[in-house]
Every structure is written in structure tokens, then in C-alpha cells.
């Protein structure tokens, strides 16, 4: 594994800020890495990546502890975080230059690296102006240049896409499939249509601990519950529909079809197919909607403090 937290704690006061945690990222994988404000998501990161220390627990990066290895595990990481520090002063090769200094990067083999990140992070058009002066969208550009200039193994962004306009979040997306190809990434942000686009699986915290670890696919199922549109040529009393075990609700829509949703793992197609065929019904159309990933999110974090 890239990334291996176990059992991690940070305890500030008397307050838990992350509590107990565990959870492993690979090589090739985006993993989003979620929770509401206050979950624990930047400390954990801060923690994975050297800048602050534990409690309890370790955090394993490409086989090294980070606590005993904090200068080498720098070399092997990437880190923009959710604030993007940057020297405004600078132009954009010259703070490159600088950040690959600090990972004692020099001569031509930096020039050639600078080069590819400002290609790779489409700064071209604004290496010639000062960092002050530029967007939010491109000095987050900047700010994956540099996270990236060492050509590190393991990457973790926390809210890259913050604030960013349709467009620049596109283009930053593209950034992001580029490089995960051939290096572990962690990817922090309460965007959930990022999470969709980009993330293979997804790792879920609330209050300092782990609500949910799946695959992005798997998500609907975790949340437990279903939508279903259907539609018959007949008319139909919706509360023959609302007595399908699991059902919650049954709302009819414009079109003159019927939405369920239902709080149950378990397919209830099949029970509906069963209840048309009972009361001679015929069934039009019968579609299972994906829920949301905000409903999901909602639904796994909220009344958990």
C-alpha cells in the first residue's frame, strides 16, 4: 500500500479530532477522502503528511512511518492544501524553481521540470506575471505545479477545486486523471459531483471517524435505501404501492408516474412487478433512479455527533 493509517488519533484538549482511524489508499487510485466541516479531514492529512504529530496511531506512507521518516516521507509526497500558501511576489517559474530548491532539485533537470509543470498545469499564457496577479483559478494551477515539481509518489489535495468556475474545474479534473495514472492520490473536498468524476472509491468521516470505506458505485447501496420511477396504464391507488415492505413514500409526478423510495438494500422491483401482476395492472415503465451522492452524504453524517 501507498498510504496505510491505522488506528490514528489527534487529540486537541480535550477534544477527539480524529479518533481511532483506519483506512488505506493504493497506488493508481483516486481516493476521495470526505466529511462535513470540523470531521477531521485536514488534520488527518496534516498528520499523513508530516506537518503535524499524532496522538496515537501510525500512518504508513510507501512503506515508511511517517513520524520516523518525516524528512523522507516529504520527498515522496505531494500536498496542496485547502488554504494554497504562495509567495504572490514571485513569478510563476521562479517560485517553482524555488519549491524544487527545497527538495534539492537544480540545474537542467529542474529547468525540464518546471517546464512540464507549467505544460501539465496550463500556465503557460501566465509564467510571465507575478503570482499576485493571477485568478484564484490559476494560482491553484500553481499551486499542483508544485505540489507535483518533485515528482512525488504519493498526492494529496485537499479541496483543489474550491471556488474554482465550471470551466477551471474541468481543466484541473484533466490535471488530476493525468497524473493519478502512476501515482497514489488522495483527494479532499465537499464537491460531491468531484467525487462522481473522479474518485474510484471513497472514504467517508464524521466527527474523527470512519462512517463508510466503498467504491464510488457502491455508495446507493451503502445509503440503504432506493428510488424507483414507475409508470402504468391504468390508474392505480398509491397506497397499494406504499404496502411494498421497505417503502417510505410514494409520490405521483406530472408525467402521471410514480416515484418510491424506499429505505431497504434489497431490489424491490420485483415485489412491484408481483403487485401489478396481482391487481391486473399493466406496467408502462419501471426505472431505478440513482440517488444523489448530497442525499447520501447527508444521510451518513448527519445526526452523528
Known amino acids: 500500500m501507498s498510504v496505510s493509517i491505522c488506528k490514528l488519533t489527534k487529540i486537541y484538549g480535550e477534544q477527539k479530532a480524529v479518533d481511532s ?23 488527518t492529512m496534516k498528520i499523513a503528511t508530516g506537518y503535524l504529530s499524532a496522538t496515537s496511531g501510525s500512518v504508513n ?16 509526497i505531494g500536498y496542496l492544501p485547502e488554504h494554497n500558501p ?36 496550463g500556465l503557460e499564457r501566465e509564467k510571465r506575471k507575478k503570482i499576485g496577479t493571477l485568478s484564484k483559478g490559476y ?71 470512519i462512517v463508510i470505506d466503498r467504491p464510488v458505485m457502491e455508495l446507493n447501496t451503502e445509503a440503504s435505501q432506493q428510488r424507483i420511477r414507475v409508470e402504468f396504464l391504468e390508474k392505480i391507488d398509491p397506497e397499494i404501492l406504499k404496502k411494498i415492505e421497505g417503502v417510505l413514500e410514494v409520490q405521483k409526478n406530472q408525467n402521471g408516474q410514480f416515484e418510491i423510495l424506499a429505505n431497504t438494500t434489497q431490489d424491490i422491483r420485483p415485489e412491484i412487478f408481483q403487485m401489478a401482476v396481482e391487481h391486473q395492472k399493466t406496467l408502462l415503465e419501471m426505472t431505478q433512479e440513482e440517488i444523489p451522492l448530497e442525499e447520501i452524504f447527508h444521510k451518513l453524517t448527519k445526526n452523528k455527533a
Open 139 to 209: 494560482r491553484q494551477r500553481v499551486g499542483l505545479a508544485q505540489a507535483l515539481i518533485h515528482n512525488p509518489e504519493v498526492l494529496i489535495l485537499d479541496e483543489p477545486t474550491s471556488g474554482l468556475d465550471p470551466n477551471q474545474i474541468l481543466e484541473i479534473r484533466e490535471v488530476i486523471r493525468t497524473v493519478s495514472k502512476e501515482k497514489t492520490l488522495i483527494f479532499s473536498t465537499h464537491i460531491m459531483q468531484e467525487v462522481k468524476a473522479l474518485c474510484h472509491r471513497v472514504v467517508i468521516i464524521d466527527t474523527g471517524k
Open 61 to 76: 506512507v510507501c512503506g515508511l512511518e511517517v513520524t520516523e521518516n518525516s524528512t523522507a516521507i516529504k520527498k515522496r
Open 86 to 121: 504562495l509567495y504572490l511576489e514571485m513569478y510563476v517559474p521562479e517560485y517553482l524553481e524555488f519549491v524544487g530548491n527545497l527538495h534539492q532539485m537544480r540545474g537542467t533537470k529542474l529547468k525540464q521540470r518546471i517546464g512540464e509543470m507549467i505544460d501539465l498545469c
Open 21 to 43: 482511524l483506519s483506512f488505506e489508499a493504493k497506488k493508481g487510485e483516486i481516493l476521495g477522502f470526505l466529511g462535513p466541516n470540523g470531521a477531521g479531514k485536514s488534520t
